[in-house]
Each structure stands twice: as structure tokens, then as C-alpha cells.
């Protein structure tokens, strides 16, 4: 197999529809912000299936794409995360630049979804390395003795930020995992 990464967009489509519709907020409607929104097929699944209300406002940086969304980088929007009650992360790597971001700024309940995929040579991103006590000086060194277990580093991560609201399948060699996090609950606030 070559060592070159294959982007595909709906892998596990039917198991991400069914974690992000076995885990919609009860209110209605619902509204969305798809930051990997590609072609939206995840949500309108989903919608389709649950029967839900659900707006939905997607980033992707391809241009193109079918529905109506916001073209760019989606780590260069400054969005206002109160105007949701989900944030979906389905990227092709690991979006922790993104959901670093969501932590650091919003402060209303959110469900939050992620794909974490480590994908080629496996490299984790620094920003999560770091947020574990790993040093530029260590990584330097050897970078890729630290990219081993990386499902358990994105575990132990949202530990130490206070997320114990977690569910997640993943494949069986832990490349890739699909995760339901809550954040900014009535119980994590009081704690
Ligand atoms: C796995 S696909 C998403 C599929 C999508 N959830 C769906 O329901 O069809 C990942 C998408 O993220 C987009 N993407 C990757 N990096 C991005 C970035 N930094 N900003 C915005 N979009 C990005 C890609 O163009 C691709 O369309």
C-alpha cells in the first residue's frame, strides 16, 4: 500500500451518522457548524433519518462543493461559537487546532464531534504534544517516538482540559477514531 494518505471523505459514513444522530441536544431546532462540511452528506443524513430540525453552517476550503457554505480555512474564521449547539470536526487528520479553539473560546454547552485519523507516517500535531508536557527540545530530538498510541494522547488531553463526557469507536489498529464529546456542561461548571 503506498504510504500516501487516501483522502476519502465518507469512510465510515453510516457509523458517523449514527454517533452524531444517537447524540443530537433535545433542542429544536438544532443548529449545526459543519467546519469539515466537504459535500454535507453526514448531516442531510442525518436529518433525514432522525427527522429533525437542523440547520446546518459549513466551512470547507475546496470551492465547488454542492449546498451553500463559507469557502476558506476554517481555522481562519472567528466564529461565535454561542450561536451553536454543535460543533462537527470530521477532518481528514486531527483536528485539534480546531477543537483547541472551541475550548479556549466558547462557554455554552456544546456537543462536539471529531475525527481523528493519524494518517501517513502517523505524525501527531504538535499543539497536542505540547499540551502534554512534550518540549520543542524533546521532539526535536526524535519526533517519532512520540507519535506512538495517539487515540490514547487525544484521551489523555481531553482529560487534563476536564472533559469526562466522552463516547467513541474506533477501528481496531486505533488510527481512527470517531468521538462525541459534551463540553461546557452544567456538571463539568460546577466542578
Ligand atoms: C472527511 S471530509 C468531510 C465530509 C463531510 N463531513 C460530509 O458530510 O460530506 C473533510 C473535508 O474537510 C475539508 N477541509 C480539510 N481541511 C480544512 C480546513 N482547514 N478548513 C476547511 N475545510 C477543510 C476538505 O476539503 C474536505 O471536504
Not at 473560546?105 to 462536539?112: E, K, Q, W
Not at 494518517?119 to 517519532?144: E, H, I, S, V, W
Not at 507519535?147 to 467513541?168: A, E, P, S
Request: one cysteine or more.
Amino acid at each position: 500500500m503506498s504510504s500516501q494518505a487516501i483522502k476519502t471523505d465518507n469512510s465510515f459514513f453510516e457509523e458517523k451518522v449514527k454517533l452524531r444522530a444517537d447524540n443530537l441536544p433535545e433542542t429544536d431546532p438544532v443548529n449545526v457548524l459543519d467546519m469539515f462540511h466537504g459535500a454535507g452528506a453526514i448531516w442531510e443524513d442525518v436529518r433525514k433519518k432522525t427527522g429533525r430540525t437542523i440547520n446546518v453552517l459549513g466551512i470547507d476550503k475546496k470551492s465547488g462543493m454542492p449546498l451553500i457554505y463559507l469557502q476558506g480555512d476554517n481555522r481562519k474564521f472567528r466564529v461565535d461559537y454561542s450561536h451553536f449547539h454543535i460543533v462537527d470536526c470530521d477532518a481528514y487528520g486531527s483536528p485539534v487546532t480546531n477543537l483547541q479553539d472551541v475550548l479556549k473560546r466558547s462557554r455554552n454547552p456544546l456537543t462536539v464531534f471529531l475525527t481523528f485519523i493519524q494518517t501517513g507516517m502517523g505524525r501527531l500535531p504538535n499543539n497536542l504534544l505540547f499540551a502534554l508536557g512534550y518540549t520543542p527540545a524533546m521532539l526535536d530530538k526524535c519526533q517519532t517516538i512520540f507519535n506512538r498510541h495517539g487515540q490514547k494522547k487525544l484521551l489523555d488531553y481531553l482529560w487534563t482540559v476536564g472533559i469526562r463526557n466522552v463516547k467513541m469507536y474506533s477501528t481496531f489498529d486505533k488510527r481512527k477514531s470517531y468521538l462525541c464529546i459534551k463540553i461546557n456542561q452544567v456538571a463539568d461548571i460546577v466542578k
